[in-house]
């Protein structure tokens, strides 16, 4: 590496744990059957929105996070998963109760998406090799702090770090440098002495770089950088690799 480290910032999603999608329940959609968390929310949506069909507010929910994701790609906000809910309750047609709805749809959809989590023992025997000598901290893309948490103590990864951002809590995500800069004050070290690792080029290795942080990124399809983008400090295929390079 090209220079010696106080800190290690990690991401969560693609990094630290793995997301199985075949844990997810399914859903007919009526052309054909899908792997999303709206087929475990069959008994809260009919509470929360008597009528409407898991496949109808699947729909729904699909079209709002599709026009979520090309706003947030611009301006870099992170909008809290409840929103996500409460706009696809209004599109079905809810008036009664949305904004409660929400948070009981959104609930329900977090603690699966937590269950398909895991964290390979081989990520956890890294965390144990570079506690002793480094700060170590979380800055991950997600639009539920809790459900972050949750994440880390199911798989018993939160006693390894130092400060934990999540985007949802700071209204901000990455590639805005806020992230990074956040992570800095919570390690207590300067960007010179940190040294990041994610696996999304257009996040991770663009918000680190903003920030002015070193940045390993996991390229784990072999893909290479981006044409016209600048490299990462370094490149690895798993985040194993990362303990022969500090």
């Known amino acids: 590496m090209p220079a010696p480290y106080r800190g290690v910032l990690l991401d969560l999603f693609g990094t630290l744990v793995t997301f199985d999608v075949q844990r997810l329940p399914e859903l007919d959609t009526g052309n054909e059957r899908v792997r999303t968390t709206v087929g475990g929310l069959r008994d809260v949506l009919a509470e929360c929105a008597p009528g409407v069909s898991p496949a109808t507010f699947w729909q729904a929910l699909l079209s709002v996070s599709e026009e979520m994701a090309r706003t947030r790609a611009y301006d870099h906000v992170e909008l809290p998963s409840r929103e996500r809910f409460r706009r696809a309750l209004e599109r079905v047609g809810c008036d009664d109760r949305v904004p409660e709805a929400a ?57 390894y770090l130092d400060t934990v951002i999540v985007s949802e809590a700071l209204g901000l995500r990455k590639p805005h440098p806020a992230l990074m800069r956040a992570g800095l004050r919570g390690l207590g070290l300067p960007a ?32 290479g950088v981006p044409a016209g983008h600048p490299d990462p400090s370094r490149v690895v295929r798993a985040l194993p690799e990362l303990a022969a390079l500090l």
Do not use: K
């Open 103 to 159: 948070v009981h749809l959104s609930r329900a959809h977090m603690a699966l998406i937590a269950a398909s989590t895991a964290c390979p023992p081989e990520h956890v025997a890294l965390l144990e090799v570079l506690r002793p000598r480094y700060r170590l901290g979380l800055v991950s893309n997600f639009d539920d702090t809790a459900t972050a948490y949750d994440i880390l103590l199911r798989h018993d990864i939160a006693r």
């Open 192 to 223: 010179e002495d940190v040294v990041f690792v994610g696996d999304t080029y257009a996040e991770d290795v663009a918000g680190a770089r903003a920030a002015g942080i070193d940045v390993v990124w996991i390229d784990a399809h072999g893909r």
